[in-house]
């Protein structure tokens, strides 16, 4: 069965803090991607990676970069946290392709006081 | 016009009853198509995925899928109250879309 973790379930963080949020996956998957998921907004793409120190921006990237050092790694960095940043962020996986399914991780519920 | 569209809900159905989920998409060169099913809290699960025009079934699970039509659709037969969920549709075509999801809850 495909793993995907992430580092933390819930995040605490003040206003203008640097949050890492961490997401590794054990089956060698090439494609990873980071989501946030708010009422009524649905899941949006903040930014994917096909490969190794690749990566490209999804719908909604500003605010936050992320980093793919090894391949079962993705990390998503918040520069200088805020309040509208407070939502689920959800990791997922895929095989190679656009065509196939992506497997999510438990979440990280990360609230920006 | 959203990639994906489904009704938000909510859809309620008695228990043992046939619950029916649907979903429309823009995107006519759309190749893949998945259910996923999100319990409030959690991640969403994958349970079904189709490719082909027709039906496919797996257990109490059927997908429908009409690419002329451009909708998916998605049957719960003898529905349980641990089907209460959100069911959200995702299909690919440049990239991944998700639809918003139908909240669905079965009544005992």
């Known amino acids: 069965d495909v793993k995907v973790t992430q580092s933390s379930r819930y995040l605490v963080k003040r206003t203008g803090e640097k949050v890492f949020l961490e997401c590794v996956q054990d089956m060698d998957h090439e494609n990873m991607f980071w989501y946030r998921q708010d009422p009524g907004l649905g899941l949006r793409l903040i930014y994917f990676s096909y490969d190794v120190k690749m990566k490209e921006k999804g719908d909604i990237p500003e605010g936050y970069s992320v980093s793919r050092e090894k391949k079962e790694r993705f990390s998503l960095i918040l520069e200088s946290a805020s309040t509208n940043q407070t939502s689920m962020y959800l990791c997922?996986?895929?095989?190679?392709?656009?065509?196939?399914?992506?497997?999510f991780g438990p979440g990280t519920r990360l609230t920006v006081l | 016009q959203k990639e994906v569209e489904q009704n938000s809900g909510p859809l309620s159905v008695p228990e043992g009853a046939i619950a029916s989920l649907n979903c429309t998409y823009s995107d006519r060169v759309s190749q893949s198509f998945f259910w996923y099913r999100q319990y409030s809290g959690k991640s969403p699960e994958l349970i079904m995925s189709?490719?082909?025009?027709g039906d496919k079934e797996d257990g109490r699970f059927t997908a429908q899928l009409n690419k002329a039509s451009q909708y998916v659709s998605l049957l719960i037969r003898d529905s349980q109250p641990s089907d209460s969920a959100t069911y959200l549709c995702a299909v690919t075509g440049n990239q991944f879309y998700f639809g918003t999801g139908t909240s669905l809850t079965v009544i005992p």
């Open positions: 189709i490719y082909s025009n």
């Open positions: 997922a996986s895929s095989l190679p392709g656009r065509g196939n399914e992506q497997f």
